[in-house]
């Protein structure tokens, strides 16, 4: 899997670091063909007030398919053009594109979600590691968010998919197999538990991400499954 990592692209007055990594992620997916993109998912960071966020400080990750002819040095300059010609004054955009992400950059992510981390943090592990993250304008704290979201990505169990398959697409109650033909690998509860036949209310539904895959958590409610939403 190769992981674009990317953070701190907006302000209250303009469009999500989400809805421009799926503006991203959809630009890939029609370009030169080489880019097969898996999903984009949603990492919760550290909510505190010491950190500036526009609301709720979380980053996204676009998962693309490995492919050997995929050049990083040319993902970085394609993401990197389309998220310049939407750069917001008063934003602080960072991009990270990894392949391999090491044991340190995952711990990185896992302290960014309890605890503050600086961006000369961020810095030194990327160049400690040879990885590809850098700050597009503003003060370039988006960096911190960028690497924390592929260190998540990379752990196969963090966050939530914005974008997998279909899903996106559904309303209403829906049965369970058509969340798993629009991309859901699995329907289970909390515990654990299967998810095999019944109605699902499917607005807004965003699969936690887990092994790596999406997969929709949901609870009873009575006469259907609820989804639940995981941070």
């Known amino acids: 899997m190769l992981f674009i990592g990317l953070d701190d692209t907006d302000t209250l007055e303009t469009r999500g670091t989400g809805h421009l990594a799926r503006f991203i992620a959809a630009e890939l997916a029609n370009g030169a063909g080489k880019y097969e993109v898996i999903g984009v998912t949603r990492h919760q960071l550290l909510v505190d007030p010491r950190v500036p966020c526009t609301k709720n400080n979380s980053s996204a990750t676009i998962h693309v398919r ?16 389309i998220m310049m010609s939407d750069f917001v004054p008063g934003s602080d955009p960072g991009l990270c594109v990894a392949r391999k992400v090491p044991g340190a950059v995952v711990e990185f992510g896992r302290r960014a979600k309890e605890t503050l981390v600086t961006l000369a943090e961020a810095r030194s592990l990327a160049s400690s590691y040879g990885m590809h993250l850098e700050g597009l304008g503003g003060d370039e704290s988006g960096m911190i968010g960028a690497l924390s979201a592929v260190g998540l990505a990379a752990t196969g169990d963090d966050g939530r ?14 049965p369970v ?5 629009a991309g859901v690998v699995s329907v289970e509860t909390r515990e654990g ?5 019944g109605l699902v209310q499917t607005d807004k539904l965003r699969p936690a991400r887990r092994t790596g895959q999406p997969v929709a958590l949901v609870e009873w409610a ?10």
Request: aromatic share 4%; charged share 30%; proline share 2%.
């Open 222 to 231: 009575g006469d259907h499954w609820e989804p639940i939403r995981l941070d």
């Open 177 to 181: 197999q058509a969340l798993l033909d």
């Open 193 to 197: 538990q299967h998810v095999t036949d």
């Open 66 to 81: 490995e492919d050997e002819r995929i050049s990083l040095d040319e993902v970085m300059a394609r993401v990197r053009a």
């Open 161 to 174: 998919y914005v974008l997998v398959g279909c899903c996106r697409d559904l309303a209403g109650l829906q």
